[in-house]
């Protein structure tokens, strides 16, 4: 898969592309996400509305899905993640 990054002159950034915006995925090394930490995600998807699927990868320990559809996924639970979202290469 093709890999990049998203950023504004704003500052707002996404950690990882994939492909032709099939996957966005945010990096956080925290045990709690906020609103705050959504923010490029959520920025993302105004400017880009093809992105397939949005996720953080970080250290909460449950999987959750926030109201707008953003992943929140603990860090061990990355590989199958990625797998299950990425298309067949």
Do not use: M
């Amino acid at each position: 898969p093709h890999l990049s990054y998203w950023r504004l002159a704003s500052g707002i950034e996404v950690d990882f592309l994939f492909d032709d915006l099939s996957l966005a995925i945010e990096a956080k090394a925290s045990a709690t996400i906020n609103d705050h930490n959504l923010r490029g995600l959520r920025q993302l998807i105004v400017d880009q509305p093809d992105v397939r699927a949005r996720a953080v990868i970080c250290l909460e320990p449950r999987r959750r899905v926030t109201p707008d559809g953003i992943v929140i996924l603990p860090a061990d639970e990355l590989a199958e993640f990625l797998a299950d979202s990425l298309p067949p290469t």
